[in-house]
């Protein structure tokens, strides 16, 4: 029920539902005053979700700063978050836009950071019939180099939470010992560090990546002209917010 839930705020927090759902309302109503009151709600929305300014101020200060590493530090095994990959309808994967998350554990594993690579994403769609998302990802963690005996797969989870769940199970079976090194996009990360740290992990740090904002050079231009595409990508933003409160809400983070 949870994860069928999850499913149905991702849809209510994008603004851009929020203007297509206040149009069709106006067909409904025949009083002046409340058209007037939801044309009204529909430039406000437009105003300020279109705004670069403000997207980039909010995103850029609840990003997971980067992590410098200790020199001589090593991590027993980094926890690779799915979320990055999708199947085409002949079930053929492909990298997505969070691929990055992929990039990183590989270096990490590379330059001797990590030891091993624990993938964890099973079928995180509600109503597709695909393959696991690890099931691709060890496939391509082998093409890049990385030893079979070093790749742990977690096939069963569907959402964060279950991500560290069934992480800890393997983490404790497998008795790798602490310090861990999670691995997954900078705007995901406060959230994911809550809800691992909240499943046990008592030593693991944060390697953010795959940052969707920087701290660029400022530009009067960007920061005004409106950018219409931002009504759909604050729900990426708006998914971790509410997230982590409901995650806290339900005793998950």
Same mark, same amino acid.
């Given at each position: 029920?949870?994860?069928?839930?999850?499913?149905?705020?991702?849809?209510?927090?994008?603004?851009?539902?929020?203007?297509?759902?206040?149009?069709?309302?106006?067909? $409904?109503? #025949?009083?002046?005053?409340?058209?007037?009151? &939801?044309?009204?709600?529909?430039? !406000? +929305?437009?105003?300020?979700?279109? @705004?670069?300014?403000?997207?980039?101020?909010?995103?850029?200060?609840?990003?997971?700063?980067?992590?410098?590493?200790?020199?001589?530090?090593?991590?027993?095994?980094?926890?690779?978050?799915?979320?990055?990959?999708?199947?085409?309808?002949?079930?053929?994967?492909?990298?997505?836009?969070?691929?990055?998350?992929?990039?990183?554990?590989?270096?990490?594993?590379?330059?001797?950071?990590?030891?091993?690579?624990?993938?964890?994403?099973?079928?995180?769609?509600?109503?597709?019939?695909?393959?696991?998302?690890?099931? $691709?990802? #060890?496939?391509?963690?082998?093409?890049?180099? &990385?030893?079979?005996?070093?790749? !742990? +797969?977690?096939?069963?989870?569907? @959402?964060?939470?279950?991500?560290?769940?069934?992480?800890?199970?393997?983490?404790?079976?497998?008795?790798?010992?602490?310090?861990?090194?999670?691995?997954?996009?900078?705007?995901?990360?406060?959230?994911?560090?809550?809800?691992?740290?909240?499943?046990?992990?008592?030593?693991?740090?944060?390697?953010?990546?795959?940052?969707?904002?920087?701290?660029?050079?400022?530009?009067?231009?960007?920061?005004?002209?409106?950018?219409?595409?931002?009504?759909?990508?604050?729900?990426?933003?708006?998914?971790?917010?509410?997230?982590?409160?409901?995650?806290?809400?339900?005793?998950?983070?």
């Amino acid at each position: 029920m949870f994860f069928v839930l999850s499913k149905l705020l991702h849809f209510l927090i994008t603004p851009l539902y929020w203007i297509i759902i206040l149009a069709i309302l106006l067909f $409904f109503f #025949k009083s002046l005053i409340i058209k007037k009151r &939801i044309k009204f709600s529909i430039l !406000i +929305i437009i105003i300020l979700f279109s @705004n670069p300014w403000i997207y980039r101020n909010l995103v850029q200060q609840w990003q997971t700063p980067q992590t410098v590493i200790q020199e001589n530090k090593q991590y027993s095994v980094g926890i690779l978050l799915g979320g990055f990959t999708m199947y085409d309808r002949f079930d053929t994967g492909y990298f997505g836009n969070n691929a990055d998350r992929f990039i990183q554990a590989a270096n990490l594993y590379h330059t001797g950071r990590i030891k091993k690579i624990l993938m964890t994403g099973g079928v995180g769609k509600l109503l597709q019939n695909e393959p696991t998302e690890a099931a $691709f990802v #060890k496939r391509e963690l082998l093409r890049n180099g &990385i030893n079979a005996e070093d790749i !742990i +797969i977690e096939d069963r989870s569907r @959402n964060t939470y279950e991500n560290a769940i069934f992480s800890k199970i393997i983490t404790d079976s497998l008795q790798l010992a602490p310090p861990y090194a999670l691995v997954t996009s900078a705007l995901h990360m406060p959230r994911s560090l809550n809800v691992f740290q909240h499943a046990g992990f008592n030593s693991i740090d944060p390697i953010p990546c795959d940052y969707k904002v920087i701290n660029g050079r400022f530009s009067l231009l960007d920061s005004i002209i409106p950018d219409i595409r931002l009504l759909y990508d604050w729900q990426y933003f708006l998914h971790e917010l509410v997230g982590l409160a409901v995650y806290r809400i339900t005793g998950k983070a």
